[in-house]
């Protein structure tokens, strides 16, 4: 079809035709066999750092397509290397593949009845937030990207992670550096050949199919796992002056950490949240126990503001026993860093997300999301982008729609084609942008 409309178009319009039409012509060509490895996917899903048949289907995969695979990093993770056929930069792009015990409660036909063991304990596995969607959005696109290397201008890193939620097998508060994204990193996934930037993508509920939403700076918020245990004397409940009560210490602990944020951050700069998830002491009420356990979380979208919190938090807990005659032992485990997009690489590629389905369906967020992403390891590297793709069938009530996480969240697969559509206008798009990215993050 664009070639009848080219024989009426400068040479320049022309070429930009074709570009589009052969991205959308490759993206309508993988619909079918993306969906049919999502559902595959979803049906068999693995929790994290325990992705093994996962990652056996992406190499498998990959190697079909002519690409070239490595493995062997952060357990389970893969790496696929596609060299384009022109010269050009090296870009790296993303997709998580664990799941989350969750017992799934959609009805689908492909619906999970997996089981695995979770920290121990046996629990229902499902992809409760879309890990299913994103790994087969990449194989989808690395698909359509091999069939067409010679058009591509540099090579393409195909980064398969495992353990963004979390490893099944670890404790997660105190090895969180030797899974997901830090692991990769350590385990030199992207040092050869070292990708100059990277783009990642997190389908979302209550968001319509055929949607892109971002931002520039911050996109998600950090993360930082928090665990108090206050220690007091035991005593009857009748006579607390003779004891020490480390319950009373804790409910102070709990208000008086709130300060950290309203009156300590610089809240011109952004915000932080310090929330206390798990409270355990004590086993009857007529006795005050001798220790009180508690696990929280810790969130900003400023890295100074969550820098101020992790700092002056120790200090704060430990004075507020000091001042009940108790004691604390505070720990602090990283998570997430904030997750922020490149402002020049945002800018430059947003006429490129506006032509994958259109301006009218390309959306600028007035804030960050929440939650938290261990992408935000690899932009600390170098330029990233992530964007939000819906995952809502688009005639759908958007407020109704089950959230990520819940056992009823479901991915639209209308979703997949703007996935596969999103990184093959990355990587064709980005070598034209390249070196004013490059610059601009120079001079940082």
Same mark, same amino acid.
Request: aromatic residues 6%; proline residues 5%; neutral net charge.
């Given at each position: 079809?664009?070639?009848?409309?080219?024989?009426?178009?400068?040479?320049?319009?022309?070429?930009?035709?074709?570009?589009?039409?052969?991205?959308?012509?490759?993206?309508?060509?993988?619909?079918?066999?993306?969906?049919?490895?999502?559902?595959?996917?979803?049906?068999?899903?693995?929790?994290?750092?325990?992705?093994?048949?996962?990652?056996?289907?992406?190499?498998?995969?990959?190697?079909?397509?002519?690409?070239?695979?490595?493995?062997?990093?952060?357990?389970?993770?893969?790496?696929? =290397?596609?060299?384009?056929?022109?010269?050009?930069?090296?870009?790296?792009? %993303?997709?998580?593949?664990?799941?989350?015990?969750?017992?799934?409660?959609?009805?689908?036909?492909?619906?999970?009845?997996?089981?695995?063991?979770?920290?121990?304990?046996?629990?229902?596995?499902?992809?409760?937030?879309? *890990?299913?969607?994103?790994? &087969?959005?990449?194989?989808?696109?690395?698909?359509?990207?091999?069939?067409?290397?010679?058009?591509?201008?540099?090579?393409?890193?195909?980064?398969?992670?495992?353990?963004?939620?979390?490893?099944?097998?670890?404790?997660?508060?105190?090895?969180?550096?030797? #899974?997901?994204? %830090?692991?990769?990193?350590?385990?030199? &996934?992207?040092?050869?050949?070292?990708?100059?930037?990277?783009?990642?993508?997190? /389908?979302?509920?209550?968001?319509?199919?055929? *949607? #892109?939403?971002? @931002?520039?700076?911050?996109?998600?918020?950090?993360?930082?796992?928090? %665990?108090?245990? /206050?220690?007091?004397?035991?005593?009857?409940?009748?006579?607390?002056?003779?004891?020490?009560?480390?319950?009373?210490?804790?409910?102070?602990?709990?208000?008086?950490?709130?300060?950290? /944020?309203?009156?300590?951050?610089?809240? +011109?700069?952004?915000?932080?949240?310090?929330?206390?998830?798990?409270?355990?002491?004590? +086993?009857?009420?007529?006795?005050?126990?001798?220790?009180?356990?508690?696990?929280?979380? =810790?969130?900003?979208?400023?890295?100074?503001?969550?820098?101020? #919190?992790?700092?002056?938090?120790?200090?704060?807990?430990?004075?507020?026993?000091?001042?009940?005659?108790?004691?604390?032992?505070?720990?602090?485990?990283?998570?997430?860093?904030? +997750?922020?997009?490149?402002?020049?690489?945002?800018?430059?590629?947003?006429?490129?997300?506006?032509?994958?389905?259109?301006?009218?369906?390309?959306?600028?967020?007035?804030?960050?999301?929440?939650?938290?992403?261990?992408?935000?390891?690899?932009?600390?590297?170098?330029?990233?982008?992530?964007?939000?793709?819906?995952?809502?069938?688009?005639?759908?009530?958007?407020?109704? &729609?089950?959230?990520?996480?819940?056992?009823?969240?479901?991915?639209?697969?209308?979703?997949? @084609? +703007?996935?596969? @559509?999103?990184?093959?206008?990355?990587?064709?798009?980005?070598?034209?942008?390249?070196?004013?990215?490059?610059?601009?993050?120079?001079?940082?």
């Amino acid at each position: 079809m664009y070639k009848k409309i080219c024989l009426s178009l400068p040479l320049f319009l022309c070429s930009q035709l074709s570009l589009a039409d052969w991205i959308d012509d490759s993206a309508q060509n993988v619909e079918s066999y993306t969906i049919k490895l999502r559902q595959h996917i979803h049906q068999h899903p693995e929790l994290g750092n325990m992705e093994f048949k996962t990652s056996e289907l992406v190499q498998k995969e990959l190697k079909s397509y002519g690409i070239e695979v490595r493995k062997g990093y952060a357990k389970t993770g893969v790496i696929g =290397i596609l060299k384009g056929g022109q010269a050009g930069p090296v870009m790296a792009l %993303r997709a998580d593949m664990d799941a989350l015990p969750i017992e799934e409660k959609t009805g689908l036909s492909f619906a999970s009845k997996a089981k695995a063991v979770y920290q121990g304990k046996e629990t229902s596995v499902m992809h409760g937030c879309g *890990h299913d969607a994103h790994t &087969a959005m990449l194989l989808g696109a690395a698909k359509a990207l091999a069939a067409n290397k010679d058009k591509i201008a540099g090579t393409v890193v195909f980064v398969f992670q495992p353990a963004e939620e979390g490893g099944a097998d670890v404790d997660n508060f105190t090895q969180g550096s030797q #899974i997901g994204s %830090r692991k990769m990193i350590a385990d030199g &996934a992207l040092n050869n050949p070292k990708p100059e930037v990277i783009f990642g993508m997190h /389908v979302m509920a209550g968001m319509p199919s055929g *949607h #892109i939403f971002y @931002k520039d700076g911050a996109i998600l918020n950090s993360a930082d796992h928090l %665990r108090i245990q /206050v220690n007091g004397k035991q005593v009857h409940g009748s006579m607390p002056w003779l004891g020490r009560d480390p319950i009373y210490a804790s409910s102070q602990m709990i208000s008086n950490m709130q300060s950290l /944020v309203s009156r300590r951050a610089d809240l +011109t700069k952004g915000m932080g949240v310090i929330s206390i998830g798990s409270i355990q002491g004590g +086993t009857t009420g007529n006795v005050i126990p001798e220790q009180v356990n508690m696990v929280g979380t =810790i969130r900003s979208n400023n890295e100074d503001v969550r820098k101020g #919190i992790l700092n002056e938090l120790p200090k704060l807990i430990e004075h507020n026993a000091q001042a009940n005659d108790a004691t604390a032992k505070v720990e602090i485990a990283p998570y997430a860093p904030v +997750t922020v997009n490149d402002k020049t690489l945002t800018k430059l590629m947003q006429p490129a997300l506006a032509k994958i389905n259109g301006q009218e369906k390309l959306h600028v967020l007035d804030n960050n999301a929440s939650a938290s992403e261990d992408f935000a390891y690899y932009g600390q590297l170098m330029p990233s982008l992530f964007i939000f793709i819906g995952a809502t069938p688009a005639d759908q009530d958007m407020a109704k &729609a089950a959230p990520n996480h819940n056992p009823m969240f479901i991915v639209d697969d209308a979703t997949l @084609k +703007t996935g596969v @559509k999103s990184h093959m206008k990355f990587v064709m798009e980005y070598p034209k942008a390249a070196a004013q990215v490059q610059n601009a993050w120079n001079q940082k």
